[in-house]
């Protein structure tokens, strides 16, 4: 019988950072850093740019994350569509413990970020505490983190770890960021906003070298790292779930096809769905920032809206540049 949401083994794992250490603050003081925003500083580390809440999420995760022999990790810059895949990964994984039709699925009543949370904001004495799949050896983890800072553990060929990179046309990515920034008070204006993003200053960026970082790894160990981009998923939604479903190692069978359960899930996890959960719209997360500024349009081209011209230039200028030095093409 379907399990009721009361009956879920899977516990959402509380965000629970841990406080600094000093270990941590000597760590972070030899590292160069700008005072990018009045309430933040930015601390470089690897190549990429951090504010500490994060970097330490990642001071962390080098020192005490061990991978189960089949995690799945799920990365993306900040505002690439996160939340939305990690409600895709989580409705595909657990389909059959939770058919994504069933009145009592646990996407209605949790958030995305609840189920499948990010390893920065986990107590590193909590990792062990995901269970967020049907299969004890398979837990389905969140990151902003480049490839260079990831583990070993999860990036070596021995193990059998899987890494779900998720990108974005980075004018989306940048308004969506840009909004983001305001509904959580940030105070900054769209000019400020936007050089401190060309120059990198975004989570974990620039974000053009994380980009390129994993799509490079997906091309040179396609087995390993799958690049998904959100405007495939938003045009071609079924074939890029089948897509996702077959390098997770759980494809779309037959008897899935005539149960309807690709579009079922497309449906489950889709932005007018999940924007008009109440539990999308109340509370915070731990870290402070509202559940419901994960949900704005889900709108592929919003920038249009947003930058001039000259912004939108200046953008796809730095983003061919970039990836032509890492000899990709757009
Ligand atoms: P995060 O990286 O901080 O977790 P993330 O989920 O990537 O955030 O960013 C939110 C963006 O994804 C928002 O984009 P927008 O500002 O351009 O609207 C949000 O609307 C969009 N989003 C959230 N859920 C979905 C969904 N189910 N389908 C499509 N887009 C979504």
Not at 194 to 217: H, M, R, T
Request: proline content about 7%; glycine content about 4%.
């Amino acid at each position: 019988m379907e399990p009721k949401t009361s009956q879920l083994p899977h516990k959402p794992v509380e965000d629970e950072t841990p406080l600094y250490n000093q270990e941590f603050l000597d760590f972070l003081s030899g590292l160069p850093k700008e005072r990018v925003i009045e309430k933040f500083e930015s601390y470089q580390y690897q190549g990429f740019w951090y504010n500490p809440p994060l970097l330490h999420g990642i001071f962390n995760m080098q020192k005490h994350f061990q991978p189960c022999e089949n995690d799945i990790f799920l990365v993306t810059a900040p505002k690439s569509g996160t939340t939305w895949l990690k409600a895709m990964i989580y409705a595909l994984m657990n389909r059959k413990a939770y058919p994504p039709q069933s009145p009592h699925h646990p996407l209605l009543n949790n958030t995305p970020h609840q189920l499948v949370p990010f390893l920065e904001f986990i107590n590193p004495s909590k990792y062990g505490s995901v269970c967020n799949s049907p299969d004890r050896t398979t837990r389905i983890l969140a990151t902003h983190c480049p490839l260079i800072s990831l583990p070993k553990s999860i990036t070596d060929d021995a193990s059998p770890c899987k890494i779900v990179y998720l990108c974005r046309d980075v004018k989306d990515n940048f308004v969506s960021l840009f909004h983001f920034a305001q509904k959580n008070q940030w105070h900054i204006s769209l000019e400020d906003s936007f050089e401190l993003y060309c120059k990198g200053f975004s989570g974990a960026g620039p974000v053009w070298d994380q980009i390129s970082g994993y799509w490079k790894e997906s091309l040179d160990r396609p087995h390993k790292v799958l690049f998904m981009r959100y405007e495939e998923m938003q045009n071609e939604p079924q074939f890029q779930l089948k897509r996702l479903a077959h390098f997770l190692g759980k494809p779309i069978s037959e008897e899935d096809e005539k149960s309807g359960v690709v579009d079922q899930i497309i449906n489950l996890c889709s932005f007018d769905t999940q924007s008009r959960l109440k539990v999308n719209n109340t509370g915070d997360l731990v870290c402070g920032l509202s559940n419901s500024s994960f949900f704005r349009k889900g709108v592929v081209g919003d920038w249009k809206n947003r930058l001039t011209i000259d912004m939108a230039s200046k953008l796809d200028q730095i983003t061919e540049e970039k990836f032509h030095a890492f000899g990709l093409s757009i």
